[in-house]
């Protein structure tokens, strides 16, 4: 469905089932997290713990969902779902900890660039956590099991997001901060007397780069070096 207007559909998201009152919706089995995030000493720990609490316990089945049609009480009690399952779980904890933090609709890049001249929650495929601490944002999917929460996910960089709030909502744009992705290759090389070379070559990798690199070696360590060399040219 098409809107007249942006703030229309944020307060229309507000009340739909499956997002607006999942917001604050009981989670049973979730105090003993709370209790603890709430112990942290600043609003950056609470936020760490709850965010690798919620990526620890949940499974993501592969779907990507903008909503959470069978609640959150029962998505953690299954321990899997959705993007949408997940990430309003994560909302859910994160605003219980007394986080300012809002459901964020994603186009993440392979599904899209979004047209912001109309108002159409069909241009999204998934839904982030945006938490806002001392005037930063930072976005959080807890389907990613790697990237950390000073980093924007990989997947939105560069795309238009629209932020849910009490208010009239907000469209963002996603830049990356100074966070890049950087690769080092230093190479100690000699040649031998029969023409080839042998040496050892230091790979370093910082940022987006390091969290591609332990996403490759989780997926299959046994052939991560072999493959990773040959990416390299090496």
Request: with cysteine; aromatic share 12%; hydrophobic share 35%.
């Amino acid at each position: 469905t098409f809107y007249p207007s942006w703030p229309l559909l944020n307060t229309l998201l507000l009340y739909k089932d499956g997002f607006g009152s999942q917001i604050v919706a009981p989670i049973a089995g979730t105090d003993s997290i709370l209790s603890i995030a709430k112990s942290q000493s600043s609003e950056i720990e609470k936020m760490k713990l709850i965010y690798d609490s919620v990526r620890n316990h949940m499974t993501w089945n592969n779907v990507y969902r903008k909503f959470c049609p069978d609640g959150v009480n029962d998505t953690w009690k299954k321990g899997s779902g959705s993007s949408g399952d997940i990430n309003m779980v994560l909302i859910n904890l994160l605003n219980k900890a007394q986080l300012k933090t809002y459901p964020l609709l994603v186009s993440q890049r392979f599904n899209g660039k979004v047209d912001t001249s109309y108002a159409y929650a069909g241009q999204f495929n998934s839904v982030f956590a945006c938490v806002e601490i001392r005037g930063q944002k930072y976005i959080l999917d807890a389907t990613d099991k790697f990237t950390p929460p000073n980093m924007f996910p990989e997947t939105i960089l560069n795309t238009t997001a629209f932020l849910i709030d009490r208010i009239s909502g907000e469209l963002l744009t996603i830049t990356p901060d100074s966070i890049r992705y950087k690769r080092e290759i230093n190479l100690d090389i000699q040649v031998t007397g029969d023409g080839f070379m042998k040496g050892n070559a230091l790979i370093n990798n910082d940022g987006y780069a390091k969290i591609k690199a332990l996403r490759e070696y989780k997926k299959d360590s046994a052939k991560f070096q072999d493959i990773y060399l040959q990416q390299q040219d090496i």
